[in-house]
């Protein structure tokens, strides 16, 4: 069976999973909700269905194989993530999931396996936009989610991370604990197929990307800025402790700063993605008291992260001072940036090489479940989409023609490792 023979089944399979989890906007599969919940059920169904083996483990995340798969011998694994943000796009994870399990297909029907076998893996909860922490399922894998992380609020209805992982039938004792759930000898390499989630590919007319390395971050969900509110008319700039204004000059000094590293020719990138005054106290004849606002950094150095993060600390600190507020912070979170493993990269290569399929070094400024296994030490891969209108809103436009390519270089790369 020919990959390309699969076209009409992936349309069909990312058609079927939009209209699942479609919100009327984009589609919303929400960690642990019902949304992805929908999506793991149709995809443990269409499985079986074609005759696949489909196991969960102890973090709840989908495992599928040919059912004569050798469990002893070290496999290549392959996978990504089924939910997405609220009023997200259908292929940000999906993708890299079909095009494992179109793998899993082709070799089924051809009746020739790969020589090393092949594991296509789901993950659950990867957006850290419900919970507030990314790699939920794949971090769980490798101990990297703690007790104090499992009683994380749901964005909406205030339950904890746990209670929903329970639901799905994760084993959250041992998580918490922080054991190892994932045997890393069954893991002779990782690969990931993604959509790219910015316009890099698109403005250089590449359908391909080989990925040298994932970007880490440093955050806090919450930060929250404490000052005086008073009445807008009545109270003269040099007696206000402004919490709004007191924001807004901490966001304009990291803008400074950042721009200063981008000159030296540091890899950072910095965002403020929430910001917001107290609904029900707030008007527009009112000194702000109080403002809620979020801090992000990302780059593919720890240094530059730490770096910076002390460097928002201290204008905090300094702006405290001069206007009279304070800021207060929530839990520091954080994830490691990583390093695709070279031999991985250029297997990648040599295959859209062998496809004649012109591809580019593009490194992700997005992070990725790859980059727990890079981390863990397992040899690991990307291979990135061309994709239309970013990412993480409900305007994804990945061309199936692209994505049957990507297919394509990742079966030809998994019969090469």
Known sequence: MEILDLTGLAQQLFDDIRELSSDGVGVTRDSYGKGESAAADYLRHFAEK????VDVDRAANLIFSLPESDTQQPAVWVGSHMDSVPQGGNFD????????????????????????????????GEESAWFGKAYMGSGSLFGKLSAQDLELKHRTSGKSLASYMEQVGADTAAIASQEMLFDQSSAKAYLELHIEQGPIMVARKIALGVVPGIRGNVRHNRITCVGEAGHSGAVPRWLRHDAMFAVADLIT?????WRVLLERGIDLVVTTGIVGTDPSEHSISRIPGTVHFSFEARSKSHDTLEGFYQLMRTECASISRERGVQFEFDRRLESSPATMDEKICAALAASCERMATPYETVPSGAGHDASLFANAGIPSGMLFIRNENGSHNPHEAMDIDDFMLGVRVLADTIDHL
Do not use: W
């Open 93 to 124: 994870g999906l993708a890299g999931i079909i095009a494992g399990l179109l793998c899993l297909v082709a070799q089924k029907q051809s009746g020739r396996a790969s020589g090393t076998p092949l594991r296509v893996i789901a993950f659950r």
């Open 253 to 257: 000094r990291l803008d400074e700063h």
């Open 50 to 53: 074609e005759g696949l083996h």
